[in-house]
């Protein structure tokens, strides 16, 4: 059986998926971070380091992570230019609070590096995790950015990244590159049934019809 740990790194999540002998880790937080997650990742053997995307909070650890740790890093290819600059995709906002929250990530974002890596394993919808010893499958979920993916769990638990937030309250992702893509991937999100959704902003939800 799949168990998911949330890593809360400030304001945004990492989350640990383990079957009690190997597990994987989605996402790293920010650079203040990294001690701690490398800490609770020895404790489940984990194999293998995942990126939902390639925004900062979500990647900014990969390289120290993947180093201490000796695991591969993964994720869709269509990010990769993300890596060099989080400006290289535009974001947009439509809402208030999204606009916000824009203009204090494109603050951050000018300020804030990424150490440079190069994934190992690109990422596509439907690859799966079996050979990491976990029951999970990607699933593709552009629109925040191009190249956001998300974990499809034992088709009971749904990690999605920056795809949709709960950063105020579980709704649609408050910014995106794509907004028609953004909207598409949500009902692909709803589509999917039950299961619970793990943000990479805020506390899970059950699955809901997120357009309307």
Not at 89 to 101: D, I, N, R, Y
Not at 115 to 142: A, C, M, N, T, W
Not at 186 to 207: C, Q
Request: charged fraction near 20%; aromatic fraction near 6%; proline fraction near 4%.
């Amino acid at each position: 059986m799949n168990h998911i740990h949330r890593l809360k790194c400030g304001n945004s999540n990492c989350y640990i998926v383990e079957n009690g002998t190997a597990g994987i880790l989605v996402d790293t937080g920010k650079r203040e971070f990294a001690e701690q997650v490398i800490e609770a990742c020895t404790a489940f053997h984990v194999r293998l380091l995942i990126l939902t995307h390639a925004h900062f909070d979500h990647a900014e650890n990969a390289a120290q992570i993947s180093g201490a740790l000796g695991i591969p890093i993964a994720m869709n290819e269509l990010d990769c230019g993300l890596i060099q600059s989080n400006n290289n995709q535009s974001l947009s906002a439509a809402t208030f609070l999204g606009k916000l929250v824009l203009s204090a990530s494109l603050r951050e974002f000018s300020v804030r590096t990424i150490p440079e890596f190069k994934p190992d394993i690109p990422l596509h919808d439907g690859v799966r995790l079996d050979d990491y010893g976990i029951d999970g499958q990607i699933v593709s979920l552009p629109g925040h950015t191009n190249g956001s993916i998300g974990i499809d769990v034992a088709r009971k638990h749904l990690i999605v990244g920056d795809a949709l937030m709960n950063m105020f309250y579980p709704a649609l992702s408050m910014l995106y590159h794509n907004r028609s893509a953004m909207l598409e991937s949500a009902k692909k999100i709803s589509g999917l049934g039950e299961r619970t959704i793990y943000f990479g902003h805020g506390r899970p939800v059950p699955n809901r019809q997120w357009v309307r």
